[in-house]
């Protein structure tokens, strides 16, 4: 009964909860109460020193605690986190070489000791690798500083899958760019370095590419779909495509963006959203996340073409025969489906942002994700489509027939928008994802 009412009262003490509200003191004065139960399981704290400590209590032969935990929230003077020992614990220099817990050691790696570690309360990956010297390899307490070399050590550039994972950046201003400026290594098991985000802009296959990413890789959460569900709903999928009935990005494939906002994006790997730019800087805003680096991808696609089937969505026509450029442009801007609210260069101030080729988004892009996304276990074959447009008839769009009107609307498309000009800029350039793809594939 201890055991429980403890646990729970933990419980809502690291959640803030009102229910204890006002008792945080006399809560973390009853540790007498924890050291009378025996097994009292992991303690629900944010600290990653405070989880170290709750391994290091285990009993010795005689069934005795081996060590003393330090109390819950006290303060410590004249210590570090590396530096603190507990009762009894053997220091760092008593831990043969050849049994000690070893942390990001493999020759070859990439070692920043100043990286902070996302989850662990403010260590650093130097502070992390200082606890670990003091204690024994294969034990629980390594076992859990090891997990976060996920993070801290990435290992020799090496080929993954089909592909190479190049990131690059836009400056050099830190010790982290020596990780970003070469090939990086990440396992099928664990979170990728960095987070990435997809910035759905619309009409570019983005709801087709969110669904397919999330049915084929863990931890993708998106405006249209997220990977825990995306089995059965494309089961769904494929029941009404039987039946013959339309299929839409409804339900489960269209997650509003308050409940993502609820749910948070602490468990994704992969975002994508549709909504407009400042999305991504609110959410955030100095490119990082809980620590973490993030990089964002835009889908890229020839504008003119573009511009035609945002107008076919629209059901507009541009006005070919038109007397001035103001009722010519005037009709091109009617198309517009959310076009200059999803990208601003604002996002490059903030963020690594490169590009991919729509043309090229589900087999070369989703590819070169396949190396640093880890694979779903269970995958629903074949996606099926959510429609978000009718069908398009190219024989009605007359800018095709008039070349001096084609190219008044591509010059002007590239003077006003702000997205056309970062894919002109971006496409063929080291920043495109599918041409460095498309590169490796020819060697």
Excluded at 310 to 317: E, F, I, P, S
Excluded at 384 to 402: F, L
Aim: proline fraction near 5%.
């Amino acid at each position: 009964g201890t055991y429980v009412a403890m646990s729970m009262l933990r419980w809502f003490l690291w959640k803030s909860s009102p229910v204890v509200g006002g008792l945080e003191d006399q809560i973390r004065s009853l540790t007498g109460m924890w050291e009378q139960t025996p097994g009292w399981g992991t303690p629900p704290v944010k600290k990653f020193e405070d989880v170290i400590d709750y391994y290091s209590k285990t009993k010795n032969e005689a069934g005795l605690h081996q060590y003393r935990p330090a109390q819950y929230g006290s303060v410590q003077q004249n210590t570090s986190k590396a530096n603190i020992l507990l009762p009894n614990q053997p220091p760092a220099s008593g831990v043969d070489a050849a049994t000690k817990c070893t942390f990001c050691e493999a020759e070859g790696g990439n070692f920043n000791k100043d990286m902070l570690v996302p989850g662990t309360g403010g260590d650093t990956c130097g502070s992390i690798k200082a606890m670990a010297a003091g204690h024994l390899n294969e034990s629980d307490v390594c076992a859990t500083m090891q997990k976060e070399e996920r993070v801290c050590c990435l290992g020799p550039p090496t080929i993954i899958s089909k592909h190479q994972v190049k990131i690059s950046k836009s400056s050099a201003d830190d010790e982290n760019e020596k990780v970003n400026q070469r090939t990086i290594k990440t396992k099928s098991d664990s979170h990728p370095p960095i987070l990435y985000g997809h910035v759905h802009v619309a009409k570019t296959g983005g709801t087709s590419l969110n669904g397919i990413m999330a049915n084929r890789f863990e931890r993708v959460c998106g405006h249209k779909g997220y990977s825990y569900d995306a089995f059965q709903d494309n089961e769904q999928a494929k029941r009404k495509e039987k039946e013959g009935k339309e299929i839409h990005p409804e339900g489960r494939s269209s997650v509003f963006p308050n409940t993502m906002k609820e749910i948070g994006f602490e468990d994704c790997d992969y975002i994508s959203q549709e909504a407009k730019w400042q999305f991504w800087t609110n959410t955030f805003g100095n490119g990082t996340f809980h620590g973490m680096k993030m990089e964002l991808h835009v889908p890229c696609r020839n504008r003119l073409d573009h511009l035609m089937s945002q107008c076919n969505y629209r059901r507009k026509n541009i006005t070919c025969d038109a007397k001035t450029d103001e009722e010519l442009f005037k009709s091109v801007k009617e198309c517009f489906v959310f076009l200059l609210p999803r990208y601003n260069h604002a996002l490059l101030k903030h963020f690594d942002v490169r590009c991919f080729d729509f043309k090229k988004q589900f087999n070369d892009y989703t590819s070169y994700m396949s190396g640093i996304l880890q694979t779903r276990r269970f995958q629903s074959t074949p996606y099926v489509k959510r429609d978000t447009n009718r069908p398009r008839n190219k024989a009605n769009e007359c800018i095709w027939e008039n070349r001096a009107v084609l190219e008044k609307i591509d010059k002007y498309l590239l003077e006003t928008v702000p997205y056309y000009q970062f894919c002109n800029d971006c496409m063929g350039s080291e920043n495109e994802i599918t041409a460095t793809v498309a590169e490796y594939n020819k060697e």
